[in-house]
């Protein structure tokens, strides 16, 4: 994908993100870390365009983030899972195609079982979410999130509310989404996932980029507070 | 030997099992609670008859209907200015959010009772209206508002903000996103706060007595007037409340469980 931020500028009481500026082509599972409050979510939701900058923009493989039909190619995956409780896993999808996408009921319903499939949840479609595991509801979360067919896929820490199984489970579920030629920016205090799945990272601090690469800069850190983030999370 | 101790084991499970079933347990408390009954109605000073009632029924099944119809009105009543309480705090207007806490303070300050006698005997003459019932169950209804404001509250706020994100961020309108997403989660997690409100009014509309209007309690203090069956008539007023009120408590954790999306 090609990513262009310029002068990316946002605040809610104090600066969150402080004048970001990149430029990225060719990579397709950008990782983004930093610790907590350093600007990860919100830079994630900018990219999206779930929330709009104060100052800046955001382009995204030629199309603008506030333009119009931007979101129709993004998938969002938060950090617990947004399903709909009242409807079940299949419906949580159907829904989402027929109403918001013009799809029929058999073609959706076709869609839906493809990807819930494809995250080892044919099994569970028909229970409602409160009868499944967090990690099979965040899984469902990120299938519900695919069946869309959207160019690019953000989740943001998608497995920071679950236990150490259900955080593999998820991770590994999403790793063998790689071959389905979608793009990837995510969110996430996994450092093992950061260097086994992303191609790009990005060391966020205090709302700057503090040092950015391709994951083998996590062994070889160059700046200070990178090294000390390695240092915690080890 | 063996055999008649295996007995025994098998004697002392099965005992113990009884004792630790649901259903077992259940017919001991209830039980009790007849046979305390039964302790009450054995010692009144004239033995009950419950044959006095005869040629009442019709009466008190009047006053059965009525508590019945007041209590469903003032229930539609609440759930209705409930909601626009509800968009009152709600509101972007600091009057009328600041109208909708002041309001919550003096109802929550208010025996049910007085709510009652204030809106017969005293707000309704001052708007020349002697409509006693009209205004004694607007009495009620205004008692029951802020409770039906909190369930409001307390519901919208379980949809969370990531979801409404998901919802725009997947494009749903917003016809859409109420219709199939906000308001079908809304409607099951009000109905068992709404039912426990509802006993609340059926409880409270007892109070509906002191304006003469024909409801359970009135009507069986008529029967009591004319027959000097008091006892047997607290005691059928006790059991018929409990006959409405247990049932729709029972309901309402059955709806609770079966909805239930936690
Ligand atoms: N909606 C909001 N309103 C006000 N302040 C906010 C809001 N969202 C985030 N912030 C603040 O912005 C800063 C950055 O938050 P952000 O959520 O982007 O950090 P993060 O790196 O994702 O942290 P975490 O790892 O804890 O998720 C924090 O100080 C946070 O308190
Ligand atoms: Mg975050």
């Known amino acids: ?234 | 030997m063996v055999w008649s101790s295996s007995l025994k084991n098998k004697c002392f499970f099965y005992m113990r099992r009884m004792l630790k079933s649901k259903t077992l347990s259940y017919i001991i408390a209830i039980s009790l609670f007849i046979g305390f009954l039964v302790f009450v109605a054995l010692r009144q000073r004239t033995p009950i008859n419950f044959s006095r009632l005869a040629g009442y029924e019709s009466l008190i099944l009047e006053g059965f209907i009525n508590t019945i119809i007041v209590s469903v009105i003032a229930l539609f009543g609440s759930i209705i200015l409930g909601f626009i309480m509800y968009l009152m705090t709600k509101s972007k207007s600091q009057t009328l959010r600041t109208i909708a806490d002041v309001f919550t303070e003096i109802i929550y300050g208010t025996p049910l009772l007085v709510m009652i006698i204030v809106m017969a005997f005293l707000i309704g003459p001052a708007f020349n209206s002697f409509n006693r019932i009209v205004w004694a169950l607007s009495g009620i209804i205004i008692y029951i508002t802020p409770y039906m404001s909190n369930v409001y509250r307390s519901v919208f706020k379980s949809i969370s903000d990531e979801q409404y994100m998901a919802m725009d961020l997947f494009g749903f309108t917003a016809t859409q996103k109420y219709r199939y997403i906000i308001i079908p989660q809304v409607l099951r997690m009000l109905m068992p706060p709404f039912m426990n409100n509802f006993s609340l009014i059926i409880k409270g509309s007892a109070l509906l007595n002191v304006i003469s209007h024909r409801e359970l309690f009135f009507t069986i203090s008529l029967f009591q007037t004319r027959t000097f069956a008091y006892s047997e008539g607290y005691l059928l007023m006790w059991l018929l409340y409990i006959m409405i009120t247990v049932p729709l408590s029972q309901l309402t954790k059955y709806v609770e469980r079966r909805w239930s999306l936690e």
């Not at chain 1, 695919?146 to 150490?164: A, G, H, K, M, Y």
């Open chain 1, 1 to 234: 994908m090609n990513i262009k931020i310029k002068n990316l500028t946002h605040a809610y009481d104090v600066n969150v993100l402080d004048d970001l500026h990149l430029d990225l082509d060719g990579y397709h599972a950008i990782g983004i870390i930093g610790i907590s409050g350093s600007g990860k979510s919100t830079l994630l939701r900018i990219l999206a365009g779930i929330e709009k900058p104060n100052q800046g923009t955001v382009e995204i493989n030629g199309q603008f983030a506030d333009d119009k039909h931007y979101k129709q190619n993004i998938g969002f995956v938060f950090q617990s899972h947004t399903l709909f409780p009242h409807l079940t896993l299949l419906e949580n999808i159907t829904i989402v195609l027929e109403k918001t996408r013009g799809i029929d009921k058999q073609t959706a319903k076709k869609t839906a079982i493809e990807n819930l499939t494809r995250l080892g949840l044919d099994d569970q479609k028909d229970k409602r979410p409160n009868k499944v595991s967090g990690g099979q509801a965040q899984r469902a979360s990120i299938a519900r999130a695919l069946s869309v067919n959207p160019d690019i896929l953000f989740l943001d820490e998608p497995t920071s509310s679950l236990d150490p199984i259900l955080t593999d489970e998820v991770l590994s579920s999403v790793e063998k989404l790689k071959g389905l030629g979608k793009d990837f920016i995510f969110v996430t205090h996994v450092i093992s996932f950061v260097k086994d799945f992303a191609d790009y990272v990005l060391y966020m601090d205090q709302g700057v980029i503090a040092e950015q690469g391709t994951p083998d800069m996590l062994d070889n850190p160059k700046t200070d507070a990178l090294k000390n983030f390695m240092n915690k999370v080890r």
